[in-house]
């Protein structure tokens, strides 16, 4: 099953801070909100993703858009706190249901192939009041609200992911506590978030299995991400070594469990668990899997979702070992390669996609792989944005080689974002979207950029 044909663009991801309406109709606050609208939250210009998009408004907007593009598929995720005010199903919002019900069957009737997150890090606050994913009971209340999501809509989603960056919602929510619930314990939390998502992942994945598979016949993962991690000196086997030990402590804390064999990729496992014995610890900081465990989280995703933007250039280096840390349990310093324009979020340097996506297949197998999110966020775009169409056409040309002469098994490329939205600490201040937003009208306009008459074209010629 293909969302978009091999190797073919033509999804669109997009997430709950499009929605707006952060307290209408009934929805429940999340983590997300009541950080926003807290003074000092360090958010640019102390933005909120209360109204964003409006996209809770827009829905037909949001379709004629996507049917303009030509887009195959479009990922959005569902906001949890909408479908269960209080994160629990005894606090059903038939109106938040609603929604993406209209969503749903507006996308199935314009041949838009849905593909649904279910937990893009805007926690309910309810369930942070109770200790957050620190809470073992998290685990069954998330697949709770999964299973509810399974049964409400997987007669027309056929494509789910779990966790959208897992990575990023441990490290930064819980070890440099730049995210919510700002958590600033770097060198233990990390480690204990990730672990109760893997095993929540895994629990979701088998409730799909054993209960709506058969009928259903979708596929299930997670979105997982990285930089693609370039020795500084090739021939230096330390920074060989570091620039794959970056690669396992971001794309492999996840996927090595999932896709190798229930555990922690080996670099974890010994870099943590040394530096925690110099540390004086009685135990490594990072938690281990009991082989019933193990058994249960290994081989939990059909295929394996992949977000990406930029490149690293990574050495190896000595950190300090007190206090610990897990961006100090790397061992390795980086950098951002290539020359792209100061004005962008992420710096550009295409070759470093096939290399990765040619690393994930000889690391994992010959999985079929999707690309759910690339793109390039600028500071001011103009509406001829020829710099995310020379991003777009590199990254995509890049794609396609691991695809056609690399024999990668890709099957989808998915740009972000449809539109320009609120991006978390950046609030509004960077554009990624093939549309622009107009957010100072109260009406929230959108007007397609060049980038998007590229992308279509991209679309309708099949990528050739």
């Known amino acids: 099953m293909t969302a978009a044909g091999p190797g073919l663009p033509g999804n669109l991801p997009t997430f709950s801070p499009i929605e707006g309406a952060w307290d209408a109709d009934g929805k429940g606050p999340s983590i997300w909100d009541n950080f926003t609208h807290t003074p000092g939250s360090n958010v640019k210009d102390n933005a909120t993703g209360d109204v964003a998009c409006d996209s809770y408004n827009q829905l037909d907007a949001d379709l004629n858009m996507l049917r303009a593009l030509k887009v195959k598929a479009y990922r959005f995720s569902i906001s949890w706190s909408r479908v269960f005010p209080t994160g629990r199903n005894s606090s059903i919002n038939t109106r938040g249901v609603d929604y993406y019900n209209r969503l749903i069957d507006g996308l199935v009737?314009?041949?838009?192939?849905?593909?649904?997150?279910?937990?893009?890090?805007?926690?309910?606050q309810a369930l942070q009041d109770i200790g957050g994913w620190e809470n073992p009971a998290l685990i069954e209340l998330f697949n709770s609200y999964a299973d509810f999501c399974f049964q409400t809509f997987g007669d027309r989603v056929k494509f789910w992911m779990t966790f959208n960056e897992p990575t990023y919602q441990a490290w930064l929510g819980y070890g440099s506590g730049d995210f919510p619930p700002n958590v600033k314990d770097p060198g233990w939390a990390p480690y204990r978030i990730g672990h109760a998502v893997l095993k929540a992942h895994a629990t979701v994945y088998h409730t799909y299995d054993e209960k709506y598979r058969q009928e259903q016949k979708g596929?299930?993962?997670?979105?997982?991400?990285?930089?693609?991690?370039?020795?500084?000196?090739?021939?230096?086997p330390r920074d060989v070594e570091a620039a794959d030990r970056m690669l396992q402590f971001s794309l492999g804390w996840f996927a090595h469990p999932i896709f190798r064999n229930g555990d922690y990729p080996d670099a974890m496992k010994w870099k943590v668990g040394n530096r925690s014995e110099l540390q004086h610890l009685a135990t490594s900081r990072l938690p281990s899997f009991t082989e019933q465990e193990k058994n249960y989280i290994r081989a939990t995703a059909d295929v394996f979702c992949l977000n990406t933007y930029s490149s690293r250039i990574v050495q190896h280096a000595?950190?300090?070992?007190?206090?610990?840390?897990?961006?100090?349990?790397?061992?390795?310093?980086?950098?951002?390669d290539s020359s792209w324009p100061s004005t962008a979020m992420n710096r550009a340097a295409p070759w470093g996609l096939r290399r990765l996506l040619n690393w994930i297949k000889e690391e994992y197998g010959d999985i079929p792989i999707y690309i759910t999110e690339n793109g390039v966020g600028l500071t001011d775009p103009k509406v001829e944005d020829t710099d995310r169409i020379f991003f777009h056409k590199t990254y995509i040309n890049e794609a396609l080689k691991a695809y056609r002469l690399d024999g990668v098994d890709l099957r989808g490329y998915s740009t972000w974002s449809l539109m320009d939205n609120f991006e978390w600490l950046n609030g509004y201040t960077v554009k990624f979207g093939l549309y622009h937003v107009d957010f100072s009208h109260v009406n929230r306009p959108r007007t397609a950029r060049a980038s998007a008459r590229y992308y279509t074209e991209v679309i309708t010629n099949n990528a050739h």
């Not at 314009?110 to 309910?124: A, G, R």
């Open 109 to 124: 009737a314009s041949n838009i192939f849905p593909m649904v997150t279910l937990f893009h890090w805007d926690l309910p």
């Open 219 to 236: 596929v299930i993962s997670l979105s997982l991400s990285t930089h693609w991690a370039e020795p500084q000196s090739p021939g230096v």
């Open 318 to 336: 000595t950190p300090r070992l007190n206090p610990p840390s897990y961006e100090d349990d790397q061992e390795l310093t980086e950098k951002e």
